[in-house]
């Protein structure tokens, strides 16, 4: 896909990654915003649902990609489909609930109708107003690329885009710490919520932030507050280097896993036990083994969080403002006690009235609206922690990864891959031409 750009703007400078700065203008900039929708969203792999919320021929979500709204479908052979929510006559929403059973998709203005596959199937007044001669089978929803990652159903606008596979690329090692650990489905329903929040605010704390635990989630855990892994952290008093790693991969994505210390997990805890199962250990390995939980970014906006299991999508909706959907994940073949409890947990950390939740979107509000101040935008934002100081280890124990976990080069790195798909004109441009970790960040 060649996109015109923006020809005055150069993002290499809006992201200064060999000096850790960034510019405010690119969290507040309606243009920047907008190209982003262009440049990112359109172009991206993006996390639709989980195939467990569709499981029957028939079931649909209606979801967003950046700011389009898309059906997922299962159709009567089987596959998932998506197509955008728009008739092809005047553009109508031809769904407009949020998820439901359907054997097709009729348009409320003129009832044109399509199938679940997005085939146009039904056109009122098709022989004696149109004789005959629209050829249905140009007009039917607009298709969008789908793929699926282990149950992760993705969709792409761009049918220039890699695989799943090579887009998700070492990412899979750390999807993988959440997946090999039980069977899992989503809990019914999606929560949403919206915060005056540019996204890549949520986007940058969801790749690594462990700088911020100590102070932002400090009342929550003083308070007895615990994480959903069945441990409980220690209110440290000031922020220190903690055991783990951080790992970033190619196109913006990346974690931190924190390592688990065993005197703080609570093996009677139910959302503790998948941790006794010894084929559950097998499939980790000794480093995944060991961790506690991991907060990851599928770039651009799907954070999903190894210890309380959850994909939580940012959708933008402008410059200042987005909307998260929560999929609580549960184990299919747990107990009820242990799926509820889990669920609970997940809800009471991430939820929308979720301790931690709260706590990071107060802050990433405040970080959105000081983006917007003119004399504030002459002055960058700070992503130098750690720089010149991040190793890149290569061995057989996982793909490149760095063995320190508070650090800032998983935020630095988004917003390197950021300036990449931002200046890049197509999808072979960035396949070219992107950062891979190496060296020292
Ligand atoms: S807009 Fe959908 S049938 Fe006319
Ligand atoms: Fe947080």
């Known amino acids: 896909m060649t996109v015109d750009r923006i020809a005055s703007r150069r993002y290499s400078e809006l992201v200064d990654a060999e000096h850790g700065l960034v510019s405010r203008t690119i969290f507040s900039d309606p243009e920047i915003y907008r190209e982003e929708l262009v440049q990112i969203f359109s172009r991206c792999w993006l996390f639709l649902v989980h195939e467990s919320q569709i499981p029957k021929a028939g079931d649909f979500v209606n979801v967003f990609m950046g700011e389009e709204s898309v059906i997922v479908t299962r159709h009567a052979d089987g596959n998932v489909y998506a197509f955008l929510n728009s008739c092809r006559h005047r553009g109508n929403k031809v769904c407009r609930v949020d998820a439901g059973n359907t054997k097709a998709f009729q348009c409320p203005y003129h009832g044109w109708t399509y199938n679940t596959r997005g085939e146009l199937s039904g056109v009122p007044g098709y022989a004696e107003l149109y004789h005959d001669e629209l050829d249905r089978s140009a007009w039917g929803l607009v298709g969008i690329r789908v793929a699926n990652y282990r149950g992760m159903v993705f969709g792409t606008f761009d049918p220039e885009a890699p695989t799943l596979e090579e887009y998700l690329g070492d990412m899979r090692f750390g999807l993988d710490l959440l997946l090999d650990q039980g069977e899992f489905v989503a809990v019914p329903g999606i929560a949403r919520w919206q915060m005056d929040v540019n996204w890549k605010f949520a986007s940058d704390n969801g790749i690594g932030d462990m700088y911020h635990g100590f102070w932002s989630h400090r009342s929550a855990i003083l308070a007895g507050h615990t994480s959903g892994t069945g441990s409980t952290p220690t209110p440290a008093p000031a922020p ?33 036990q998948w941790r006794l199962d010894p084929t559950v250990q097998a499939k980790l390995g000794p480093l995944r083994g060991r961790v506690n939980r991991a907060n990851m970014l599928v770039f651009p906006n799907l954070f999903v969080n190894s210890g309380s299991r959850e994909f939580m999508l940012r959708n933008p909706l402008g410059p200042a403002k987005m909307e998260i959907w929560k999929t609580t994940l549960v184990d299919k073949n747990a107990s009820a006690e242990v799926q509820r409890a889990q669920a609970r947990a997940s809800n009471r950390h991430f939820g929308p009235a979720g301790m931690f939740e709260q706590d990071d979107g107060e802050n990433w509000d405040q970080s959105t609206a000081a983006a917007r101040g003119v004399i504030g935008q002459r002055y960058d934002l700070n992503y130098a922690m750690g720089i010149g100081h991040g190793r890149v280890v290569t061995d057989e124990q996982s793909p490149p990864r760095i063995d320190t976990l508070t650090n800032e080069h998983g935020q630095l790195w988004m917003y390197r891959c950021w300036a990449e798909y931002m200046s890049a004109g197509s999808w072979s441009e960035l396949r070219a031409h992107h950062a891979e970790p190496q060296g020292t960040l």
Do not use: C, I, M, W
């Open 240 to 272: 220190r280097a903690l055991g783990g790693f951080t790992l970033v991969s190619a196109y913006g994505h990346g974690f931190n896993a924190n390592f688990l210390e065993d005197r703080q997990v609570d093996l009677k805890n139910p959302v503790a």
